[in-house]
């Protein structure tokens, strides 16, 4: 279950990083979630690359662990 879940908290920061990630490419002035964080544009994006990145991470750890644990048949 730890796996399962950790799979499924990597699978929402993806989605969140590469969705935030393109909003900010289409327009520079929203910032969605990251609104508050101090240093534009450039802050902004790397903050939802590390997110997608971290999240692509977890997901295909998790995905391995809980196949391996047989979860995943």
Same mark, same amino acid.
């Given at each position: 279950? @730890?796996?399962?879940? =950790?799979? !499924? !908290?990597?699978?929402?920061?993806?989605?969140?990083?590469?969705?935030?990630?393109?909003?900010?490419?289409?327009?520079?002035?929203? +910032?969605?979630?990251? +609104?508050?964080?101090?240093?534009?544009?450039? =802050?902004?994006?790397?903050?939802?690359? =590390?997110? +997608?990145?971290?999240?692509?991470?977890?997901?295909?750890?998790?995905? @391995? @662990? +809980? @196949?391996?644990?047989?979860?995943?048949?």
């Amino acid at each position: 279950m @730890k796996h399962v879940t =950790v799979l !499924i !908290i990597g699978m929402l920061l993806l989605v969140l990083g590469a969705q935030g990630a393109i909003r900010l490419l289409a327009d520079h002035d929203n +910032a969605g979630l990251l +609104a508050w964080l101090p240093g534009g544009f450039a =802050v902004w994006l790397a903050c939802y690359s =590390v997110a +997608a990145v971290v999240g692509v991470l977890l997901a295909g750890w998790g995905s @391995k @662990k +809980a @196949k391996q644990s047989g979860r995943g048949r």
